[in-house]
């Protein structure tokens, strides 16, 4: 079986260091962007020509995924004051996840993960549990914050004088960061 994994990608600096290691340990990668979590729509496409930048940098295929935000809005329904961590990223890891397994299944590629484990703010054994359930033979597990990976990560955006965001990208988040009490309805997102 070829060793080509569609890697799911949260950002762009993230994106970085796992294709270094994913290629290292001898895969071919290619990049799928499927955040339909990411708000406001500026902020998505302010990420979204990250990825491309930094796709071109690494000379990575990428593929695009839907963003509409209303089936993440309704999944998340009545988790809004989770905090970050919590209930609700599990439901938005799975729910991403879940896509780029299927979007692996649809290309015929053998594998699939995902950046997000390179995140300090992320628990990589809850991601690669929900991975793992997914689909185990085709999740691959890594915990990409091993080996220098989000310093790494940190170190390739300021060589290329990246964008970083300041919150992890859905509007809960931005309130969590910025102190506020949101109340929020999905005209938000529209
Ligand atoms: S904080 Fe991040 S991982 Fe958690 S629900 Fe929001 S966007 Fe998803």
Known sequence: MSKIVLLHICCGICASSPVERLR?????VVGFFY???IYPAEEYQRRM???KRVSHILNL???E????PNPWLDLTKGLEDEPEGGQRCSVCFQMRLE?????????????FTTTLSVSPHKDSLVINRIGSKIDDTAFLVYNFKKQDGFK???EFSGQHSLYRQGYCGCVYSMGEKRGQVLNHTQKLYK
């Open 24 to 28: 290292g340990d001898g895969f071919e």
């Open 35 to 37: 955040n339909p979590n």
């Open 49 to 51: 020509e990250v990825v």
């Open 61 to 63: 295929r990428l593929i």
């Open 65 to 68: 995924g839907d963003h509409d």
């Open 99 to 111: 896509e780029t397994w299927k979007k692996a299944c649809e290309l015929h590629v053998p594998y």
């Open 152 to 154: 790494r990560a940190m």
